[in-house]
């Protein structure tokens, strides 16, 4: 038994555009984490600061829009589709959740990033999932 792992060429410029961009989203956390750290920014500065790492975020999810455009393959960009949706519903999820929780009195928040990493990480679980549902078996 085998899996099909054979990759489009869409997919293999999404992975590459998706590695190059969260080497972009690392770089600038990091940098706009330390210079946050180091110079206390206030006001007008500050805010602007904290738009820096959004943009990353944005390029990933047009490496998600144009993977969408240039797959040929209806089936991979509907597994994809629906692992994104299962990605989406996660972060509603999570995010439902902690608002009830501070509507109920909870005094703290989540984790920075956690929508982020709960959408992505489900994403990607629901494609490897859906994967191995759809494996292609030797019948030899």
Known sequence: MELCIQKSQAEKQYLKDTVIV??????????????ARAYRPQ??????LACLPMFPV??????LARYLRNEKDEFERNLRVRAMLWGMAATLAVS????????????????????????FLTMGFAKMLYGVANRVVDHD
Do not use: C, D, K, Q
């Open 22 to 35: 969260m080497i972009s989203y690392l770089l600038v956390v990091f940098g706009t984490t330390h210079y």
């Open 43 to 48: 006001g007008l500065r500050l805010y602007l």
């Open 58 to 63: 944005l390029a990933l999810l047009a490496t």
């Open 96 to 119: 439902s959740f902690e608002s009830f929780l501070r509507s109920f009195g909870w005094g703290r928040t989540l984790p920075p990033f956690t929508e982020f990493i709960v959408f």
